[in-house]
């Protein structure tokens, strides 16, 4: 009799090591962190959540922002720099007009996307 194949869920990779990729996306969580850490954005909000649906791909929400913000893997120390930037040259991204309504994607270099 054949075993029933594991349902596919986000939190289930298939193919992979599991543990090893888990791992993996909780070392780039805490490093993504510690980079939002040190801007001052970080002492104006506060962070209600951290996904990771990929292992490239980390979005953060905050309580005070109606959009998501979208990190990459390659250097979060540029893309929290670039992220406070933005902080500071929109009025803190206050909801009374944020530059943002749906996302603010973080993983294009020095071309930020916001939609």
Known sequence: M???KPKSTPCTPVGRNSSKFLTDL???AKAQGAAFQR?????????????APHEDHIR????ELPFE???GRRDF???AHRLDLIWRETGHMERVDPPCQEYLDLRFGNEPVCR
């Open 26 to 28: 909780v070392d780039a």
């Open 39 to 51: 801007t001052d954005m970080a002492g104006h909000v506060t962070v209600s959540e951290i996904a």
């Open 2 to 4: 054949k075993k029933p």
């Open 77 to 79: 120390v540029n893309e």
């Open 60 to 63: 953060m929400y905050c309580d």
């Open 69 to 71: 913000i979208r990190w």
